[in-house]
């Protein structure tokens, strides 16, 4: 099946750091989403981007769609302590089950006091 | 809390076994979607199911199986377990599957320990 590059694989930052990670495909994705995962229980959702291009705002979260629609990026500024886990982020694709999202492997957002 | 809720939170079974997964979509919600989640494999599709039928399928097992009832819940069975069949199995669902916004919004799962 199709597989989500996601990077970095983790990242060590300060409280207050602007953070940012992507997902890369090699096959034309429809939609992105992004989640945040803490340890025990399921991904929240936290972006869905639609078109290509598009560019989404949560707070203090900003995602974009790339242009090709292979790719997008998830902004974190001012990271705070609650910003700790997993990130993951996800798409259907053309020629993929119906709905079913691909996930990237995630990335684990660690903040250092 | 998502709205998405499922049953039971832990599951301990042995080789051989079968067990069944339960899951309450959103209210409103129509689509329901199933995923497993291990450390090597990640969060892998399932399948989907969609106002009580099937829809689409992805990495299913046949040993493994699913439906949706009429009050639109869930249940997806795994039967003659095997070690590698230990992981987190979450539910999600969203308001129309019929390719179009696709907003999953996911329970809290079931950690299966075979």
């Known amino acids: 099946g199709q597989q989500l590059n996601q990077s970095p ?36 959702l936290l972006i869905a981007l639609y078109k290509a291009g598009e560019l989404t705002s949560n707070g203090r979260l900003t995602a974009q769609f ?45 903040i250092q006091p | 809390d998502s709205g998405v809720t499922q049953t039971p939170k832990h599951l301990i079974t042995a080789t051989g076994q079968r067990v069944t997964l339960r ?24 399948i989907q199911y969609y106002n009580g039928e099937e829809r689409a399928k992805g990495n299913i097992l046949e040993r493994f199986s699913a439906q949706q009832f009429p009050d639109l819940h869930s249940e997806l069975n795994l039967s003659s377990l095997e070690l590698g069949d230990s992981a987190l199995y979450f539910c999600a669902s969203s308001v129309d599957g019929l390719a179009g916004p696709n907003e999953q919004y996911f329970g809290p799962g079931t950690r299966l320990t075979v």
């Open chain 1, 9 to 44: 694989q983790s990242m060590f930052i300060q409280e207050g750091e602007d953070v940012s990670m992507n997902c890369t495909s090699s096959s034309i994705f429809n939609t992105w989403l992004w989640y945040k995962q803490d340890p025990g229980e399921g991904p929240v």
């Open chain 1, 66 to 110: 790339g242009i090709t629609r292979k790719d997008s990026f998830l902004n974190i500024s001012a990271s705070i302590p609650s910003d700790v886990g997993i990130y993951f982020c996800a798409g259907t694709y053309s020629g993929g089950g119906a709905d079913g999202l691909t996930f990237g492997k995630g990335t684990h957002l660690i």
């Open chain 2, 23 to 46: 899951c309450s979509p959103r209210s409103g919600d129509l689509s329901v979607y199933w995923y497993q989640q291990s450390l090597d494999q990640g969060l892998q599709f399932l």
